[in-house]
């Protein structure tokens, strides 16, 4: 899908090629990282969360700027590298750890306050990066995984709350693009030139019809109305050259691995485990139900890419490092739960 997303366009020329080697390498990433006890890693989870802020740190002094303008990249000569990608999947880790051992007092205000404070920092670097998609996907696994620990019902209806009284300010924070981005998804009359894409989105989606105009026929990508294609709106390539069928068994794809990490985290021998798989499927999951929802106009575009498919090195080995951390926790399990 990325050879015909980015088919005739010479500053693209070498994304497919880079694109398998980013998927050999991780690969290679999934059995290290399984290979590894996920015990291993969780009893250093402080020292994992220092490195990450480290990372983050790094990117806010010495950070290049990517293709959307955020500084979120670090040239490592051969290539470039995006630490908030891998921040994402650290972060499981270490969250998994903090609430394992916190599970008895999870049901305290406290507890859950001080589980939010070590993603707060993480956040606040990826936010000024700036990268709306990746915090609030960051924002999303945390509170998952604190559910999923056992936090209450009415600790949720008060950071509803405190979300709430936040959101403005965090809105005055925003750089203009991003804005711009949620006031086009609210009014298209708010910005015509930023809507064009949303409506060639839609319009490839709409030419697929049942079985899709075939591979390298579809007019929005090919004739290159469509923007960004490769990445954002890669979901709209596949739609118009495969169809109804080919986008369900995009989703069917996904569905399975979700399940399949799920059940992982059934299997799982402890807690931190569990909450590694749940943090894991969530952003397969979210990042899934994002990249679809902007292509098809029910969410606002934020970057977001749809897991394993969109172009992207940095987050196909860390998604790649995440299954690792799932088969980590698969290999460990009790054969007689099975």
Not at 91 to 119: D, G, Y
Request: glycine letters at 8%; hydrophobic letters at 55%; charged letters at 10%.
């Amino acid at each position: 899908m990325i050879a015909s997303a980015t088919r005739d366009v010479a500053s693209l020329a070498d994304r497919v090629n880079s694109q398998i080697l980013y998927g050999i390498v991780g690969i290679g990433v999934v059995f290290v990282v399984a290979a590894i006890d996920y015990r291993l890693l969780t009893s250093t989870y402080l020292w994992i969360y220092g490195i990450v802020v480290l990372l983050l740190g790094i990117v806010g002094l010495l950070g290049t700027e990517g293709e959307a303008g955020a500084q979120s990249w670090v040239n490592l000569g051969v290539a470039g590298f995006q630490p908030s990608e891998l921040a994402k999947m650290l972060l499981i880790v270490v969250l998994a750890q903090q609430l394992a051992l916190n599970a008895e007092k999870i049901k305290r205000l406290p507890t859950v306050l001080i589980s939010l404070a070590f993603v707060s920092v993480p956040v606040f670097f990826i936010f000024i990066q700036p990268d709306l998609g990746i915090s609030v996907l960051v924002l999303v696994v945390w509170f998952v995984m604190v559910w999923s620990a056992g936090m209450q019902w009415r600790h949720i209806a008060l950071l509803i709350v405190a979300a709430l009284i936040i959101l403005p300010i965090l809105w005055t924070q925003m750089e203009d693009y991003q804005r711009s981005r949620i006031a086009v998804f609210i009014n298209p009359e708010a910005d015509r030139d930023a809507y064009f894409n949303i409506q060639q989105a839609l319009t490839a989606i709409g030419n697929g019809g049942l079985l899709g105009r075939g591979y390298m026929q579809g007019s929005q990508s090919q004739l290159r109305f469509l923007r960004v294609r490769h990445t954002d709106f890669i979901f709209a390539v596949v739609a118009e050259e495969f169809g109804f069928v080919g986008a369900i068994t995009v989703l069917i794809l996904i569905t399975i691995v979700i399940m399949r990490i799920l059940r992982a985290a059934r299997l799982s021998p402890d807690l931190a485990g569990s909450l590694i798989c749940y943090g894991v499927a969530t952003v397969i999951f979210f990042q899934t139900l994002v990249s679809i929802g902007m292509n098809v106009r029910l969410l606002p575009v934020t970057g977001l890419t749809l897991p394993f498919i969109s172009s992207g090195g940095s987050s196909l080995v860390t998604l790649l490092f995440g299954i690792g951390l799932v088969e980590s926790v698969v290999l460990r399990h009790n054969p007689r739960d099975l």
